[in-house]
């Protein structure tokens, strides 16, 4: 099945960038998305990338696909602290059949 | 944008009693919906996913007569623990995917339950 990596930790400054990586096993995946949970909180979807795409751009936000190497990124341009959060990557395949998440990215904004 | 409520918020209970948590699609339909539960620190872990008019689908290793899904409509999906037991402690997190348009995903914002 489907095994999605991340890293579990990332600390930097306010002001700087963000940058949080994900890779993922299962070439078929179609789907592509980050997460963003605080403490006690549902899931919020920050955004999704198709697999036909490489790059998607949304405010502070860009996610870069490398569909060949199998990796997700996620940066965060002018981190504050309200990013503070546990970042989640999760792929799935076009028939939706299965949706994995990784473990999980807590990222610590210090000011 | 579309909006998954999820209720209750936080649950405590006493052992050997049964809990329910809905989860209601507010502005889309949903013919399906899925099931997580977290542990603390962990990533999410799916349980089931809900079928309106059919029964749900269990992964495995999960007790389908212990966690009761019911999807009854096109907006409402509701899990039930039964006779929960202190390790059935966890946050339980539901989503559903609009219509047609599985590229997004929504959550609900999940049930901390805690069984004494």
Not at chain 2, 1 to 20: D, E, L, N
Not at chain 2, 68 to 88: R, Y
Request: aromatic share 10%; proline share 3%; hydrophobic share 35%.
């Amino acid at each position: 099945g489907e095994d999605v990596e991340q890293s579990l930790f990332l600390s930097v400054r306010e002001g700087d960038s963000s940058v949080i990586n994900c890779t993922y096993t299962d070439s078929s995946s179609t789907y592509l998305y980050w997460y963003k949970q605080e403490p006690g909180a549902g899931l919020q979807l920050l955004t999704y990338i198709f697999s036909n795409m490489d790059m998607k751009q949304d405010q502070r936000l860009t996610v870069l696909l490398n569909k060949k190497d199998k990796h997700l990124s996620l940066r965060i341009a002018d981190t504050q602290t309200g990013d503070s959060a546990i970042y989640f990557c999760a792929a799935t395949d076009s028939g939706y059949s299965t949706l994995t998440f990784g473990k999980g990215t807590m990222l610590l904004v210090s000011p | 944008g579309a909006v998954v409520s999820q209720h209750p918020s936080r649950v405590i209970c006493k052992s050997g009693t049964s809990v329910k948590i809905e989860c209601r699609s507010l502005d889309f339909q949903a013919t399906t919906m899925f099931w997580y539960r977290q542990f603390p620190k962990q990533s999410l872990m799916l349980m089931a996913t809900s079928n309106e008019g059919s029964k749900a689908t269990y992964e495995q290793g999960v007790e389908k007569d212990k966690f009761l899904i019911n999807h009854a409509s096109l907006t409402l999906s509701t899990l039930t623990v039964t006779s929960a037991h202190p390790e059935d402690s966890s946050f339980y997190i539901c989503s559903a995917p609009p219509m047609g348009g599985y590229e997004k995903l929504f959550f609900g914002s999940g049930t901390q339950l805690s069984v004494l």
